[in-house]
């Protein structure tokens, strides 16, 4: 038996407490994965049992149709698990926000239908930064992105996020309606402001009027997210099935946890999001950053230490008390390049990631967490190692970082098991550290030197080349290539 609209959980699982037909969709989401169903989703299904309306969401899966069909095949209903309070005990709570998903590979039409409804007014995106394919430092789009150059040959039938986001508003402006709100909820610094500028450029390369009316009266809103949230394990489905008496593929767990900052800039409309624990300010920035570079930051150095010590698990690794005092001493590296943020203390911030990297019952994968290195170590690690450099602060734990991030690259552990980095830029990483071989000034100046990645403040500092060497020098005796 498995879960669906008609399902009655045991008493012990909280259930959908309003009647998901009553509500129509005014939101579409790209990305279903399992941060949306434990972040996003929940928030709206909070809203919605608080305060009604029409802001059910329909998912979009850009690539796999697996998650589609797993969550169409329980009419869009899944199960949420947390495990609270000192017995730790798995609380489960049934998520009815989420009405369908459709797989953009094998039809879009229900997509457009909806971008083009008017009862849709926001348009949320966890596509991770590679899928934008926006140019970082220039801000247009990337033109050799595979999907942004068939999406700027063929805009009707685009198979990216930004060609799909602009054929929706071009549907919308032909219709005479109001925009959508694009709400990015990725991990990136600006990331409204990222998927702006995308949108815009490529807007105005096929059509400058439809850019000129995107830029007057759309909405691209930043945001901050956070909450830990590991795949699912065969062991934790089979958990929830003993407890639920159904199966559920599409069950999640997460850690207590939940934050999320928003800048209220909608163009259309939004949910009171307010009144079920979201925070709308006029500047996300500073919470980005907080987040980017004491939360992400350290969960890339455990990550890349983690996995290279042989530590499948964030819990595993933060057990291994070398690993553990790192973490400590890159949190409180981070801070120090932070400005005051009111309502904020950052030590007891930190204490607190600690405290969640910890659970033994959050079970991350160093290996999940390693990919895209690319696309995260700037932000990350190299923005607050260059504010270091230039304010006299210790940059040896960001190049620390750095440098065992250099050494995942090698894709070899110490006993010789080849892995993939599952990185946009895996060749030329890969590249860089073999062309070095094994001489560690040579690996540094190939990764240095590698176009598009490093800050010139970095390549052109003697100072960060030094600490990066003797760091990945010390890396390499401990773990050397297989």
């Not at 969401?57 to 199960?79: H, P």
């Not at 926006?134 to 700027?152: K, Y």
Request: glycine share 8%; net charge negative.
């Amino acid at each position: 038996m498995n879960i669906d609209a008609s399902f009655t959980p045991p008493k012990t699982v909280q259930n959908v407490s309003y009647e998901r037909n009553a509500h129509g969709v005014g939101i579409v989401h790209f990305g279903v994965g399992a941060f949306h169903r434990a972040h996003q989703a929940v928030y709206i299904d909070d809203v919605l049992a608080k305060h009604g309306g029409d802001w059910r969401i329909l998912g979009v899966s850009l690539q796999s149709t697996k998650g589609a069909d797993a969550l169409n095949a329980q009419d869009g209903i899944y199960t949420l698990a947390v495990r609270e309070g000192k017995e730790q005990q798995l609380s489960l709570r049934l998520i009815g926000s989420i009405t369908e998903v459709e797989a953009a590979t094998r039809s879009t039409d229900k997509i457009f239908q909806t971008l083009a409804d008017p009862q849709t007014r926001i348009v949320t995106m966890t596509v991770t930064e590679k899928a934008y394919g926006v140019d970082r430092s220039s801000g247009g789009v990337d033109l050799s992105n595979t999907s942004i150059a068939h999406d700027l040959e063929d805009s009707a039938n685009p198979i990216g996020i930004i060609g799909m986001i602009v054929k929706g508003l071009r549907l919308r402006k032909d219709a005479g309606l109001k925009p959508y709100t694009v709400l990015c909820c990725d991990n990136l610094p600006k990331n409204g402001e990222i998927v702006r500028s995308g949108v815009l450029d490529f807007a105005r390369r096929i059509d400058p009027e439809l850019a000129a009316w995107i830029e007057a009266h759309g909405a691209f809103p930043s945001s901050m997210v956070d909450r830990i949230t590991p795949s699912a394990t065969p062991e934790l489905l089979a958990e929830i099935e003993e407890i639920l008496g159904a199966k559920d593929a599409a069950a999640i767990e997460t850690e207590p946890f939940s934050q999320w900052v928003v800048e209220d800039n909608f163009c259309d409309g939004r949910p009171l999001w307010e009144d079920v624990g979201v925070l709308f300010v006029d500047d996300v920035a500073p919470y980005e950053r907080m987040k980017l570079r004491m939360l992400n930051g350290a969960h890339s150095l455990i990550a890349y230490a983690g996995f290279l010590a042989g530590h499948k698990y964030v819990r595993d690794a933060m057990a291994d008390q070398h690993i553990h005092n790192l973490v400590e001493q890159h949190i409180l590296a981070a801070s120090k390049t932070l400005t005051p943020l009111s309502g904020i203390v950052f030590e007891d911030y930190g204490k607190q990631l600690i405290e969640r990297f910890e659970n033994p019952n959050i079970a991350h994968e160093t290996y999940q967490i390693a990919m895209d290195g690319s696309q995260k170590m700037p932000q990350r690690i190299f923005e607050p190692a260059i504010e270091s450099l230039e304010h006299g602060l210790d940059i040896q734990p960001f190049a620390l970082a750095t440098a065992v991030w250099i050494r995942f690259c090698a894709g070899i552990t110490n006993t010789g098991k080849t892995y993939d980095l599952r990185d946009p830029r895996e060749d030329e990483l890969r590249s860089a550290f073999k062309s070095g071989n094994g001489n560690v000034n040579d690996i540094c100046t190939a990764f240095l030197e590698l176009a598009n990645l490093f800050p010139a403040q970095l390549q052109q500092s003697d100072i960060w080349a030094e600490q990066l060497k003797d760091q990945l020098s010390s890396i390499l005796k401990s773990h050397p290539l297989g």
